[in-house]
């Protein structure tokens, strides 16, 4: 029987939901990575800015919702896991995608075999 007394370690996080927007800074500080990880998920389509309104003089600055900060850790996640580059991240998630799509809409049909 173990009778150690248990370490209670506190968690720590940052709740986002998908309808919040931040700026590439939070973006940064929620997925604990620099600048240009990010804007390399940006430059192969893993996440897209908002659109916002700007000048061709001054272009505003990035901000990215709930959903693409979810997107971007997973891709991060795979980039470390795997050691996949970001065009390859990319590509595994678009393919999750396309499988979490078919599953929704195989268990949206009465018959799985009319798919």
Do not use: K, Y
Not at 72 to 79: D, Y
């Amino acid at each position: 029987m173990n009778t150690a007394p248990h370490t209670v370690v506190p968690l720590c996080g940052t709740v986002v939901e998908e309808q919040t927007e931040i700026d590439l800074d939070e973006l940064c500080a929620v997925c604990r990575v620099e600048r240009t990880q990010i804007v390399q998920l940006v430059e192969e389509g893993v996440i897209d800015p908002l659109p916002a309104a700007g000048s061709a003089a001054e272009p505003p600055p990035w901000r990215f919702s709930g959903e693409s900060a979810t997107r971007a850790r997973r891709a991060l996640r795979l980039q470390r896991e795997l050691d996949l580059d970001p065009a390859a991240a990319a590509l595994v998630l678009d393919l999750l995608d396309e499988i979490a799509m078919l599953r929704r809409a195989l268990h949206g049909r009465a018959d799985p075999r009319a798919f």
